[in-house]
Each structure stands twice: as C-alpha cells, then as structure tokens.
C-alpha cells in the first residue's frame, strides 16, 4: 500500500492537524429523548419507514479499529456479545438489517469498514455464516486507509513485519475510503441518499432508526448525530457543542473546566450531550466532504510503538500516529440535527473485557432493556436472571406488544425469545 508522503510531510510540519474551533461554546439545539412519544414524532417515523422502503438508506459499520483495549486477536465484530446465545455484534447487526428488511419490504445494503489487519478475517466471518441470511450481494467491505506513525523527530520507524510503521487513519477516514473504494459510486447508482453511519462495538444500537433518519431528512440536515445524557461531568466522552454558530463535537481532552462544570439556571449540567458516534450522513454530503480536496483534519497521538531500531533489532519507542476523526466533518454540515435518546435503551458500549463499557457491563445492560419490555408485558425478570430477545423475533417494544401470545409466561431461568 502506497504512502501519501505529501500528506505525511505536511502532518510532520504540523499543517493539516485538528485546532479546536475558536469561539464561545454554547449548548447545542438538541431535539429531546421525550419527542419521541410526541404526535409530531409520527410524521418523522412515517417519512423515515417511507425512506428505508424505496431503498434510499444504506447503513455504514465503522470497523477497522484495533480494539487494543478490548486486547483480543481478532476483528472486534466477532465478539459474542449477546447476554444468552452468545451471539457476535456481527450477526446482532445482520440479524437487526434483516428484520428491517422484513418490515420496510426492501433491502439496506450493508457497508463494512474494515483495516488492512482485519480485512480478510472479517470477510472469511461472514462467508462462513452465509452472511447471515443478508445475501452476499447487499453486504460490501471496504478497507480504510492507513498512515506512517513517526518517531517524535518526525522519521519513519520500520516495522518488525517489513515495510514502514503503518496505523490505521480513523474513522475520519471513512469518507476517503467509501470514496476510493468505490462505495459512493455504488450507493448512488443503487439509489441510495442516506447514510446511517455506527460503530461495530454499540449492540444497542437502533440500526436505521426511523425517527432519526425522518428527523435528519425532514430538517434538510447533511449530518446528523444522536447523543445521550453524560453520566456524571466526568464521563470521558465528547460533547455536542455549538462552537462559532455550528454544530461541532468538543473532545472531552479540550473542554475547559468552566465548559465542563457549566450548569444551567436549575444547577444541572450544561453540556451533558454526550456523543453515541451514530450518525446520519447525506451520501451528497459525503461525497462533498471527500471532493473538497481538504481532508478532515487530523488529529496526533502518543503511542508506543514496536519497531526497528537502527541496529535492526525488534524495540519498543515512542511513536507519535495521526488519526482524523468522522465527528470533525459535523461543522462543515450546514444543517445538523442532535436527537436525544434515553442510554438504556440505545448505549452499551464494548470497550473493555470488564469494568465500565465492557462486555460484562454491555451484555447486562441489553438484558436489563429486554427485561424492561417483558416487564412492561406482565412478565417479570428475577434480578440475576438473564434474558435475550432476538432482532428477528422484535426488533422494538412495539413489535414485542404484537406477540404477547408467544413470550413466556414467566421467567425464572435465562432465557432466550427467539
Ligand atoms: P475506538 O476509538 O473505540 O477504537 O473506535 P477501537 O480501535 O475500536 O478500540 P481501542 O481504542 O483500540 O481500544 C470507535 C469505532 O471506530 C472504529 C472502530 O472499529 C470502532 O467501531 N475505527 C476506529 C475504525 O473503523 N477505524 C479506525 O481507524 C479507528
């Protein structure tokens, strides 16, 4: 694989990295979690359902990440990660695409974004499982770009395997890759205006979300994001701000104290938006971002690296890798919508083996929601008991309503409905 040596000599100069946007930071418009019972939400769902069933929305997983926190040596879709069948965030996700498919009567091309280093294990998961029942025709990978790490003086480090040091550009790099791969060529000639872009580690997510997709479309926005409440003032996320009149994403490595602790005139936390890293994305609007000829900023990491030194021998250095981020690409929307939604519904991320955001946290925060529907049915989950209930049998509450007859009438053991 070639490396853009302009680019990388422009990074080692310092030119194209990310500088925080200047300007006050105010709170974002955001379209609150209690909209969703509204009447008007009904006319964002219908024109969202009505999108997803003339096939004009494509859904996006972000998955060439090197999951170094979760430390496991394979891609990190494979993970099985459901609460009682153990199924991977791969086919939890194919499993969500085909039920959609059942109710809007037409198919969601599936796009997967994969790295250099999980590429082949990802397509071989997905050959050998049939592609789950998507059909191989509506399921395209697509691998991410890749850019040296230098040493802090700005020189290559040659990799122990041969060849220069190479990390994966992001998930910035997104659009470059759907564009070079040839991903926004298909999509348009399949007809396809609406991207929902997510991350391979959120088993929670509402993959096409019709409110959403209806909320971004009806509002004429470019790139949309949904966001939940931070937990606590320091929750290591980034927040939806407005910086300079736009909707942009404040790291949390760049919020100032007095941004962070801001309170409202109640003494509640003032940016609490928190950034789910689901978005809707304009395939215009993608293909404007890559056809700038200005590539999202990127941004510098210290990291250490294993390379050669200048005897040849296998060291471990300081590297520094550059990375762009797809949140940067928010302010160069000129419309953006934020939706709220409730965290225990839509969030359980997968970052760690255990702790918080780890596997053990997520697979019990996906049987506490499912727990919650049959609650709300009349059927009551013992604390300590887990329960699982397939995409295939209710995608939502409202589809679990419809099959009261075929839930159990109580539980006491884990328990998949399947
Ligand atoms: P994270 O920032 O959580 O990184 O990625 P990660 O690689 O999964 O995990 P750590 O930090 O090494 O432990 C968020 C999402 O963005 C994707 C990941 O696959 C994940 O879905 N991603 C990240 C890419 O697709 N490419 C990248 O270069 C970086």
Redesign the pocket.
């Known amino acids: 694989m070639g490396v853009d040596l302009d680019l990388v000599s422009r990074l080692v100069r310092g030119d194209s990295l990310y500088t925080p946007p200047g300007g006050e930071v105010e709170p974002a418009d955001i379209i609150p979690a209690s909209f969703a019972s509204s009447a008007e939400a009904k006319e964002a769902v219908s024109r969202g359902s009505d999108l997803l069933a003339s096939g004009r929305v494509a859904a996006v ?11 496991i040596d394979a891609p ?2 494979v993970v099985e990660v459901t609460p009682v069948r153990g199924k991977s965030l791969f086919c939890l996700f194919a499993e969500k695409i085909l039920a959609l498919r059942r109710r809007f009567g037409h198919a969601v091309p599936l796009f997967i ?3 250099r280093e999980n590429d082949a294990p990802t397509r071989t998961y997905f050959q050998e499982r049939g592609f789950f029942g998507l059909g191989s025709q509506n399921v395209h990978f697509f691998v ?1 770009g890749m850019l040296p790490s230098v040493t802090p003086e700005g020189r290559f480090i040659l990799s122990e395997t041969g060849g220069v040091f190479m ?8 659009f470059r890759a759907l564009r070079d791969n040839g991903c926004l060529g298909l999509m348009a000639s399949l007809g396809i205006e609406e991207i929902f872009y ?5 088993p929670l997510v509402k993959v096409c979300d019709p409110l959403f997709i209806g909320l971004h479309s009806a509002n004429g926005a470019q790139m949309s994001t949904k966001v939940v409440r931070k937990a606590s003032y320091d929750e290591r996320v980034g927040v939806i701000v407005k910086q300079g009149g736009r909707t942009c994403l404040l790291e949390y490595s760049d919020m100032a104290d007095e941004v962070r602790y801001a309170t409202d005139h109640r003494g509640h936390m003032l940016y609490w938006a928190g950034n789910m ?1 689901v978005h809707m994305i304009r395939r215009d609007f993608a293909e404007t971002v890559t056809s700038r000829g200005t590539e999202l900023p990127f941004h510098r990491a210290a990291k250490k690296i294993v390379g050669l030194d200048a005897a040849g021998n296998p060291t471990r250095m300081d590297g520094i890798k550059f ?1 762009s981020f ?1 949140f940067d690409a928010l302010p160069l929307a000129r419309r953006s919508v934020t939706l709220e939604v409730a965290r225990e519904e839509e969030f359980a ?1 997968v ?2 083996m255990t702790g918080t955001d780890s596997l053990v946290s997520s697979r019990q925060l996906q049987s506490n929601l499912h727990a919650s529907w049959l609650g709300r049915m009349g059927v009551d989950v013992p604390a300590g008991v887990l329960v699982e209930i397939s995409p295939l049998f209710a995608l939502d509450f409202e589809e679990l309503q419809h099959k009261q007859d075929r839930i159990p009438r109580s539980i006491q053991e884990d328990t998949y409905v399947g």
């Open positions: 997983i972000v998955a060439g990440g090197q999951g170094s926190r979760l430390g990190k879709g974004m994969t790295s991410q990390n994966p550009d992001g998930h910035g790099g997104t997510f991350q391979v580690d959120n890293a990375e797809i991320p970052k760690n």
